[in-house]
């Protein structure tokens, strides 16, 4: 489920974000806590070993090699933030045009409402098969490329079920070759529905006629944009550059961070100034562990927003919605207004 | 209140933005002070405790701790302002395009007043009608955004109370069932009214009644866009690891950056070249802390634009506005033009 | 005005952009040599308090201070660069944005020449209060965001002087009561003229008379995009961060830029290596300050592109070709084409 | 072949993009390892040369600017990661840009379906005709950008006989003289037998017309797009710029990060702290030419998507489902509608 | 010329862009060769003159300011890199903004070629004079902005003799009076031929009429976008501080990074490490040089992409396009079609 926290922060005030921090529902800590688990693991296991297990000409060399990998992960050697930086600005803007394109039936509903007339059964068919069409079309879009709609409906007939389409649609479907997402067939009997519709008179003009294929031609964009945006990924060795720069920074660190023996230090001249100090728990490795892998994760995340996790779109919900509202729109309020009477401040 | 200032910035004079700097209305000094207050306390108790509680042995120790925090808040470790500068520019692109989103009527009733004829009643009716549906519906939407609209219109009676919408509107309303936020209703009663004004010949042609149904999309598309902006905020992972890293760095701050006693450094070799003064007063420490937490402010400020912070928009103005220039334009200045007589330029 | 240097650079050669540095009009120098001379006045006062007023003891103190002040300015301590950069960037897209919502009427006195007809005075008229009335709605708005042609432009009389509007025009528009800008109104009476015009046939089709309308609103939606520019700044808080950064950095170099006494480095161990030499004048810190602040007064520039800057919009002279073209295109030129005669490749 | 990996990283989860780091297509390894080869043979060469080849005193001038190259190559001397992360991020975008400019027959072919009428011969001749054309002209812009196309291509008559023209057209477009791409010819063609349908009625009307040209224009403009964004590339100035950068830095890391005999440094004062250690293998400058290399990698392969790459585009594969949807569209499916029945929620 | 490089770069091979930096023509080092040059020599003086003619007590006192030099040179102390990448991203997004914004008469020619009907002289006529119209505009619109064209047409006269006007075109054209720039007039003349070309008949409907005003509206804009790109440059301020900030870096790099004596370093302890060799030619200075010098170049390059730089857009040569594919599209390919057959997958 989107994990809404406007309200929350509406005002700007006295600690503000703070209490943003004390969620678990679609947090960072939901997201990284294995991680943190599998790294303070390691590094435990690494302290462990070198304090106990290894004799001291071992421990001085293993203390040659950790200072030698802490030089490069403390100097920006590798430019991880600046990487993530781009990366995740990059997958943000993804993430809201794939949001910004999820096709919604309003603007169609709106113009079907006005332009397709007749109360009596023929004109509701027509009405309702229209924009049964449209939301089908997107359905069979979404089930190419959301995993939780897949799960919804793993065959099309499941989608017959829901009432989405007839099972003579389906047969029809079916019938048409092509080796292709034929998310957009719906969209061609939509088409050609309502030139039929013109042709009977339905649709008074011809004005309204393009008026109605306007609007589809806009709604079928959206459906491709998402197809398009679920096809072409960022090119994947981007994601793997930033991922083998974060991963390959903390290996290091599990080595370079170890709390050297300071006493030794003194005598072989290898000490830094900070080893002077053990607290056995490195916690700004930790800190900038939770702040690299979480900045990382959140790439991860908004990569596909067509996922299961808390924070992805609920395509789910969003089909239900909107197959409800173009009925009601379309069906329910068609020529069903308010009387219309003086408003309050007629004059 | 949004803060305008542009016109006393208009000329880059000597000082420049230095006058801005002495405004408590929207300042960052009235979002920030309590937090520095805060800051200020634990760090004047941090440093009485240092000082005055803890023995010379502590103190030695509390020292190593201190070095070895301020070691990893100087330099670098984690990258805050990169974070930051990301981040906040994020969340600039969304506030100004929620301000950008929002639905102005001004197109509608441009077309509305050249479009649906008619000065007897019938005529006026159907224009303020028209009108009124259209600012109903952003009022909808606001009052499910918009904490200062929420709390002019506590409920749809308050709505009705101020006239957008008459007791039968509401009655109509109330009997469409839907789980979904219902602001698009009333701008499916403007498709269809437009439709019925069509028919009984007050909207003169089909290509007007397109362009009404067009500009009404327009408008109805901006109301939805407010209405996502809402729902899919900036995802919760990214503002809990922003928050996190400020935090986190000035939690550290509180040890690192005492003052460490300067003669005892000189004996034990531990000072550092900087802790040859003792200021009490961490300089730059607090500008740190005005500075990054600052910049965290202007991004906590500008994630809910609809909230009642001091530069959120005005959006309860605006709804007088909509709706009180809605009428002026289809029904004052209907066909009240001024007499159309040659200019002053003629020739 | 507007300073033009396109041309001047349009190739690269050798020296290329440095012939540009030594323009005075509109450069860099004329904004900031002020506060450049501020600057080095307080730093000369700092420097003689220091070398001539002060005792060795106090000296020594001094010193110290101004180590540690040099310390934090020269570390990134505070990222100014990089909050400036993100702020600049900001400010440079409204900037643009600006300048691109600015109404001009070209497209709307095409469509009008095109499609308003008669070559009788009915005619001319019609086209010309067209025109007019959209030139007036961009004066009205122009005059509350732009001081200079608030300076041209006084009062609305002012306005009618200049011939954009009648004296029955403002009458007109001073009887309409509204507690908002009143710039869309002569945009309603282009409208209702545009209609009156396709009643009395001279617009010939209703076609042509939703092209009317459909430029109409694109004009219109620059105009209103223009007025929220200039009501909806980048908020306060963001330029005070930004400032306060900028600022406090230099104040505190007026101290820690200081040249110590690298004599008395020596005996008490203070001197850092780059106190060895004693230039009097801090040429790096003034290189900074060019840098710094010079990029903050950018940002000053571009912040109101409406002021009377060497750099901002010439708003008056974009008025006066406004109206000129607009009654050149829908006037004198209405049906007034060179023959047309066969081109010099016809074949 | 596009890599797609949306579906794999659907859900954050533990581990979550190291699933990704084990792939071979399309990956960072396969387009790096020649490179790494011939980094790590060089790097061994010098080493090899410095450690048995020269003599003591010749050994001692190579560490001297070893270490010289080493200060440049550690201090950010020239910001590498700063000037990639610019050029990728307008790489990226161009990218993007290039795919969504990618000319879809989609909205083309709902018009005509929706609006050329007829089912006898003439009828499907008209439609399939004009979608033909319109395949044909993105065919002929990819052939002159695609190197995939190019190769399946080589000659218009391969056009030809893969069916997108016949051999009169080819004649027609031969007989026509002009020094420049003749992609838009076809569409010409389309735009002038539409007109020729409309005279024969089979489009019935005006608006029908004008939306056909539309949707035509619409199209059009993304060939055009296609080919200037082929024909005007990032200028190459900037190309070199980061790539010299990127290469200069590596050369001379194969002198400055070899291991630097320990003990001669004690000796003649010149040890660095880190040269305490000789691992033989650079591991760090080794995940630094992964992680740089790499980053120009990702721009070397998305600044020109028409290649024959792993991640490029498909073009051919999407030659052949445009033309397939196309006909299919409006010709099986014109006025081929399943029976429009009640649906299952009807009420 | 614009230099292509896209299909040399198609796939991302081994060695990649390093064939791209083998080329002269268009390439950096032929646009930056002279500034090395210069900078080499004032080196080359600097350097002879601190180790020739200056006495041991001048090089030791220009040690001392060299060093100071090179402490500032060395630490970020002017975020060259910063400024110049928010700079030339500016830059480049203006850089294709101005191509894109480039008038392509495709569209129009589409629209003419379909909606201007007849066959003989008059409908020749008309269509050709329509397009001559449109070209006119944009040749007038770019002798004001492109260097290269105004070589090419240097008066009015030019103009009639390429053709794009008659000499009656230009007599009309001067007879108008008006300050500002005339480009918009051919295309009023376009507007007005239209409509008369729609009173004759042979533009059939208004529908038609309207496209020809919406597609000339959208060409227009272009022309006039160009025009605006043209005249508000990047505030010069900024390309100011940019500059000042690239070129006082490398003058202090001239005395900084001389190589100083290393021996006399060891006497008054004033040395570096890595003053321990003097290489005579300052390799590392160079590159720097070469990189940000270079990237200020690109800035250079592309602020005005009209001028006869190797990379500056080929004007003359789309102009000569431009109206050549016009008059084919709309004089020889009028409705002449290839003949209509079935095509090879008929079935």
Redesign the interface.
């Known amino acids: 489920m989107?994990?809404?926290?406007?309200?929350e922060?509406?005002?700007?005030r006295?600690?503000?974000?703070?209490k943003?921090?004390f969620?678990w529902k679609?947090?960072?800590y939901r997201?990284l806590y294995?991680?943190l688990l599998v790294f303070c693991g390691l590094y435990a296991f690494v302290s462990v070993f070198y304090r106990c297990m290894l004799t001291s000409r071992q421990q001085e060399q293993f203390e040659?090699?950790a200072?030698?990998c802490d030089?490069?992960t403390?100097?920006?050697?590798?430019?991880v933030?600046?990487?993530l930086?781009?990366y995740?600005?990059?997958a943000?803007n993804r993430w809201?045009g794939q949001?910004?394109s999820f096709p919604?039936p309003?603007?169609l509903?709106?113009?079907v409402?006005?332009?397709v007339?007749g109360v009596d059964e023929r004109g509701r068919?027509?009405r309702?098969?229209l924009m049964?069409y449209a939301n089908l079309s997107s359905v069979l879009i979404l089930c190419s490329?959301s995993?939780r709609v897949r799960k919804r409906f793993p065959s099309l007939e499941h989608i017959v079920d829901a009432?989405f389409m007839?099972a003579?649609?389906l047969?029809?479907l079916e019938s048409?070759n092509?080796?292709?997402n034929k998310y957009?067939?719906p969209?061609?009997?939509f088409?050609?529905?309502?030139?039929?519709a013109r042709e009977e008179g339905r649709v008074?003009?011809?004005?309204?006629?393009?008026?109605l294929?306007?609007?589809?031609?806009k709604y079928?964009?959206k459906c491709?944009?998402l197809f398009?945006y679920?096809?072409?990924?960022i090119?994947?060795?981007?994601?793997?550059?930033?991922?083998?720069?974060v991963?390959?920074f903390f290996a290091?660190c599990l080595i370079g961070r170890q709390f050297l023996n300071p006493k030794d230090n003194k005598d072989h001249k290898?000490g830094r100034?900070?080893h002077?100090?053990d607290?056995y728990v490195p916690v700004?490795t930790l800190?900038?562990f939770?702040?690299y892998v979480?900045?990382?994760?959140?790439?991860?995340?908004?990569?596909?927003p067509?996922?299961?996790?808390d924070?992805?779109?609920e395509t789910n919900q969003l089909i239900?919605?909107n197959i409800?509202?173009s009925?009601?729109?379309v069906d329910?309020?068609?020529?069903?207004?308010?009387?219309?009477?003086?408003?309050?401040?007629?004059a």
């Open positions: 989107t994990v809404s926290y406007s309200l922060v509406a005002n700007a006295f600690g503000g974000f703070s943003l921090l969620r679609g947090s960072i997201l294995k991680e040659r090699i200072l030698y030089h490069f403390n100097t920006n050697f590798i430019p933030s600046f990487v930086g781009f995740v600005t990059l943000f809201w949001y910004t919604l309003d603007n509903m709106m113009v409402s006005g332009n007339h068919l027509l309702r098969t049964r490329i995993t009432g007839t003579k649609d047969e029809k048409l092509s080796d292709f957009w067939m969209l061609t009997w088409s050609n529905l309502a030139a039929e008074r003009n011809d004005v309204a006629l393009k008026l294929m306007e609007e589809l031609n079928r964009a491709s944009l398009h679920d096809w072409i990924s090119p994947l060795v981007y994601t793997q550059v930033v991922t083998v720069a991963y390959s290091f290898m100034e900070d002077k100090i607290l700004f800190l900038q939770f702040f979480g900045w990382l994760k959140v790439g991860e995340l908004i990569i596909n067509f996922g299961e996790d924070d992805d779109f239900d919605r409800q509202v009925m009601l729109a329910d309020m068609y020529q069903n207004l308010p009387p219309t009477v003086k408003d309050k401040h007629w």
